[in-house]
């Protein structure tokens, strides 16, 4: 049999660059790596010299797709290392404000990213043709996420409202109320998205890896905020400030950026991990959605976590309608967040939409950072695309080229990655 | 109410000359009264979030950073469809890929009839921050070009 060669520079419909290589012959895979070229960009030295209350706004261009989950990550940790509390309002307008981003993030990666694949096409353009009506339930959906993020941060990217010890900027609760109904509104549309995803949930490959999850747990919720690091592999829970010794971090030659490992050789994070840790929290319509995505706790499918994905944009929705209720029951209360800055080390976690992201800062006693740790999720699942590559490519390798290639393109689209999140700038040729 | 017209910066104001269309929008927003019905919007590098910052308006002008082959600091107007994305492969959420925004945008029946783009060629797009010198020197005339572009606009 003739050697088979597959290398993809770069794969498509992710945010930033990687690289699919397989060498085979006779049929048998010789080599594959999942690479990662992209340069990295500094941000942590970046933010070393800069003032205690701008390190949310800096971290949050890390990128345009989670910016508020690092400005919240990052806002936790330096609140950590001041010692400064927040109030319960506080607490949950950003929740509800990271819950707009889950929505936002996840409908742009299951509604324009992963169905072409499901639909046999190349992008989301052709499908405007095809599937017009999904098309404009997916633009509503994430709109619904983008300015949702524009009435609690202040803008639709790159939040500017948040600040350690609160907002700078408070909704109107004639603004939270307009919020509430068009989560409302949504909810017929959800189920409309999760009932096209059914229909084409046969369309994943049906590859099964035991693998090691990894997210924050919390007694009682189905968390995206507070809590402790939790494992499939072990029933024991890692407080945040103790994250380096989950991570552990290494450099693989392949890569760029570093990968991690905890119980095994590798890890997963993200929706199919926070949801096999959480399930038996979901609320009843995400339950609900879940099971008629025949999405179950344990599964150890990675393309399943776009289903996940499905799922927890459904229970946002739901747990945002709650939280909404209650801040309008108790009445929005103006506040002025004040702190003095003192010299501190502490670390922030939240769950990013590709999962749990960690960021941990040093300041002097005025208030300077010293230096910075930033731990993505992304960065955490390389070693994992890696070793599902190892596990699936001998499997399919056998059923050609092209189909091998898009199913390990597929596989590495499951995850959301986000490699970069650099310069966009525009490269263009006239016609 | 919604303004019907939308100057939107793009770019990361972290990586150099990346910057300019961001900041070239938020200098003009300093003198917003001139402009009645126009929002200015810094859209970072937010890809598909464009989509949303451009519905429902009877038109945009988008200013960004954009290697076009021409001198670093040299600015171009063009027409959405009038450049192909050279180098670019994907319809990755981070690149601006116009045409596929724009087809997204018709199909949802909120696409904007009038749309402009000012290309900024850069010099240098690593990370930092601050314009490098060619764009620094023709930063005022940029300004000025967006603002004869949204006042044209608004004309026609």
């Known amino acids: 049999m003739p050697e088979t060669l597959i290398e993809v520079k770069h794969v498509t419909r992710v945010e930033g660059h ?30 070393r010299g800069r003032n205690w209350r701008d390190i949310q ?57 992963v169905a072409p694949d499901l639909l046999g096409q190349k992008s989301v353009v052709p499908l405007t043709a095809t599937h017009p009506d999904l098309i404009k339930t997916v633009i509503t959906l994430h709109r619904l996420g983008n300015e949702g993020m524009e009435l609690l941060g202040g803008r639709m990217t790159h939040p ?42 046969g369309k994943l490959p049906d590859f099964n890896r035991p693998t090691e999850y990894i997210a924050l747990v919390n007694p009682g919720v189905y968390t995206f905020y507070h809590g402790q690091i939790g494992s499939t592999d072990t029933e024991e829970k890692t407080p945040i400030d103790k994250f380096e010794s989950v991570v552990n971090e290494y450099v693989s030659p392949q890569s760029t950026a570093k990968w991690t490992k905890w119980h095994r050789d ?3 994070v993200g929706a199919l991990a926070r949801f096999n840790l959480n399930a038996d929290l979901l609320l009843p319509l995400a339950a609900r959605t879940a099971a008629s995505l025949g999405l179950k706790k344990g ?28 801040l309008l029951s108790e009445g929005i209360k103006r506040e002025s967040p004040c702190a003095t800055p003192k010299a501190g080390n502490g670390a922030g976690c939240v769950e990013a939409p590709r999962g749990i992201l960690f960021h941990r800062y040093e300041f002097d006693k005025t208030g300077t950072c010293l230096r910075a740790n930033i731990c993505i ?25 092209d189909e091998a290639r898009l199913l390990l393109e597929m596989l590495v689209r499951s995850y959301d990655p986000c490699i970069s999140c650099s310069t966009h700038c525009l490269n263009v040729t006239f016609v | 109410m919604k303004p019907e017209f939308a100057a939107i910066g793009l770019g990361n104001l972290y990586m150099g000359d990346d910057a300019a269309g961001v900041m070239v929008v ?13 929002a200015f919007i810094d859209c970072g590098t937010g890809g598909f979030a464009v989509l949303h910052a451009i519905a429902g308006r009877r038109g945009v002008v988008f200013v960004d950073c954009a290697r076009m082959g021409l001198e670093p600091g040299a600015i171009r107007r063009f027409a959405p469809g009038e450049a192909l994305p ?5 319809r990755s959420s981070h690149a601006l890929d116009l045409d596929a925004l724009i087809e997204l945008s018709k199909t949802a029946g909120e696409c904007p009839s009038s749309m402009a783009v000012l290309g900024i060629e850069p010099l240098s797009t690593e990370p930092g921050q601050g314009l490098s010198n060619p764009l620094r020197a023709h930063f005022d005339d940029y300004v000025s070009v967006l603002a004869a572009e949204l006042r044209r606009m608004i004309g026609g």
């Open chain 1, 18 to 47: 990687g690289n699919i290589f397989v060498r085979a012959s006779d049929g048998k895979v010789q080599r594959v790596e999942w690479q990662v070229p992209e340069a990295p960009r500094f941000f942590e030295a970046m933010v």
């Open chain 1, 57 to 113: 706004s800096i971290v949050s261009r890390i990128c345009g797709i989670c910016s508020v989950t690092h400005s919240l990550a990052a806002t936790k940790a330096v609140e950590n290392a001041m010692g400064i509390e927040v109030s319960e309002q506080t607490d949950k307008l950003r929740i509800l404000l990271h819950y707009t981003e889950q929505i936002e993030s996840h409908v742009l990666h299951v509604g324009y990213l």
């Open chain 1, 160 to 201: 500017v409202t948040i600040m350690p010890g609160g907002f700078s900027r408070l909704p109107a609760e004639a603004e939270l109320r307009a919020l509430k109904k068009r989560f409302e509104d949504a909810v017929p549309l959800l189920e409309a998205l999760a009932a096209a995803i059914a229909s084409l949930a």
């Open chain 1, 266 to 268: 590798s890890y997963a």
């Open chain 1, 299 to 326: 599964c150890c499918n990675p393309y399943m976590n776009s289903v996940a994905q499905v799922v927890e944009v459904v229970q946002v929705v739901e747990h945002g309608i709650r939280l909404m209720d209650e």
């Open chain 1, 377 to 401: 999720p992304t960065n955490q699942n390389h070693a994992n695309i890696q070793k599902d590559f190892e596990s699936l490519a001998p499997q399919i390798i056998g059923r050609g080229q």
């Open chain 2, 26 to 38: 938020n200098a003009l927003s300093a003198r917003a009264s001139e402009f009645p019905g126009v």
């Open chain 2, 86 to 90: 050279a180098g670019v492969t994907s």
